[in-house]
Each structure stands twice: as structure tokens, then as C-alpha cells.
């Protein structure tokens, strides 16, 4: 898995998480096209442990692959229902207030 952290300053740090073989790819679903990016998802790799640090105070994530959904699933963060399905990848994005 590939996670990136966005300092943000003012309103919060966004995390972002998705499955290793999804980073530099581009995903499509009828007219939606979703680039998975390093520049958004980051180019250093994480544990599962560290997935889980990340997201575990998170304000802000946003997720894009079947493990680290599943993780997010298996924290009670979000529901499968919460997901999008791009193709047949689930994308969730969570915000608390």
C-alpha cells in the first residue's frame, strides 16, 4: 500500500491510501476517469500496522483499492456501502467534522 499524508494547514491533514498496484494507473468507469497518482497517494510504501496509525485520528482520507478499504471496513471508519466502486475498485472518502 502507498500512503501519503497532506499537511493542510487551518483545516487538517488529508490521508491518503490506496493498494500498491493501483499507484501510476488510471481507472475507469463509463465518463469517470480517476488517475491514481504519487503526487496524491505518495511513492513510499506502508504496513498494514501503518495504514491503520494513519487513519485511526484521520479528519480527513480518502481511500482507493480493496485492502485498504477493507482495513478501513474491518476499523468501523466506513461501511461497503459508504464505497464508490470505480471499475471493480472501491474508492471511500471520509470526513469527520
Do not use: W
Amino acid at each position: 500500500m502507498y500512503l501519503k499524508v497532506h499537511h493542510i494547514s487551518g483545516s487538517g491533514d488529508v490521508v491518503a491510501v490506496c493498494d500498491r498496484e493501483l499507484l501510476d494507473t488510471t481507472l475507469c468507469h463509463g465518463d469517470v476517469e480517476v488517475c491514481v497518482t504519487r503526487g496524491f497517494y505518495g511513492s513510499e510504501t506502508a504496513t498494514e500496522e501503518e495504514v491503520r496509525r494513519a487513519l485511526k485520528g484521520a479528519a480527513n482520507v480518502n481511500l482507493m483499492g480493496k485492502r485498504v478499504v477493507a482495513i478501513a471496513i474491518d476499523m468501523g471508519l466506513i461501511t461497503r456501502e459508504n464505497c464508490i466502486m470505480i471499475g471493480d475498485i472501491p474508492h471511500a472518502q471520509l470526513f469527520r467534522i
